[in-house]
């Protein structure tokens, strides 16, 4: 089953508004990871924050990470239409190596 | 400049056939993993590699299987393809050098249609 559980799947905002997305996991985590995907394509690393980090920020991003509620949340401020994508957290355990992803929130910033 | 490489970018093909999708890549990573990507699931992992003599299932392996042929290459083969796997698959690499921030490289992605 997958590992993290995003909300909402779908967001559509006006450009300027922020644009929150958050991502929920079930195990113990080493460190948990935002992924990008415009439309078909490849996915592109955005951010990581480790299991001991609270909170970091990349650019227009800040990514909180509460491990006591096995949750996370992505905030993009001053959204842009360039912005338009879908959003993927992804977890990898203490035991690991691999990725998990949740299933992603799909956001659309209109002009 | 580095990249990771998939082949072919569509393809379709009939239930029964035998298909292979295959990676290469020119980052140097040891790690190399193969995911599936339907609507509204996300990304599930098939197999992973952490290097050339080891191979991994992953959440979905059933009706797949890998091979590991070099550093760079990791192969993902349908043996009997089936409609179901009908999906857009995506190979990614990993440097385990990079410790706790180790991230995916991802190729473009194959769309496979099984009809």
């Known amino acids: 089953s997958q590992q993290g559980e995003e909300d909402p799947q779908a967001l559509s905002i006006q450009e300027g508004e922020n644009a929150t997305m958050n991502c929920s996991y079930k195990?113990?985590?080493?460190?948990l990871q935002w992924y990008r995907q415009n439309s078909g394509r490849g996915l592109v690393h955005l951010i990581l924050i480790r299991s001991n980090e609270r909170e970091k920020h990349s650019g227009r991003l800040r990514v909180t990470l509460d491990t006591s509620k096995k949750s996370s949340s992505l905030l993009i401020t001053a959204s842009r239409a360039a912005d338009t994508a879908s959003y993927f957290c992804?977890?990898?355990?203490?035991?690991?190596?691999?990725?998990?992803f949740g299933q992603g929130t799909e956001l659309s910033v209109k002009p | 400049d580095a990249d990771v490489t998939q082949t072919p970018r569509n393809r379709i093909t009939k239930t029964g056939k035998r298909i292979m999708l295959e990676c290469s890549q020119t980052k140097g990573h040891d790690r190399m993993y193969w995911y599936r990507q339907d609507p509204g699931l996300g990304l599930r992992l098939i197999y992973y590699?952490?290097?050339?003599?080891?191979?991994n299932k992953g959440e979905i392996s059933d009706g797949y299987s890998v091979s590991r042929q070099a550093q760079a290459k990791f192969s993902l083969s349908l043996e009997s393809a089936i409609p179901n796997q009908t999906a857009l698959y995506f190979c990614a690499t990993s440097d385990p050098r990079t410790g706790a921030r180790e991230k995916l490289f991802f190729g473009s992605g194959t769309q496979l249609s099984v009809l």
């Open positions: 195990t113990s985590i080493n460190n």
């Open positions: 590699s952490f290097d050339v003599k080891d191979i």
């Open positions: 992804a977890t990898r355990d203490n035991q690991g190596g691999k990725l998990i």
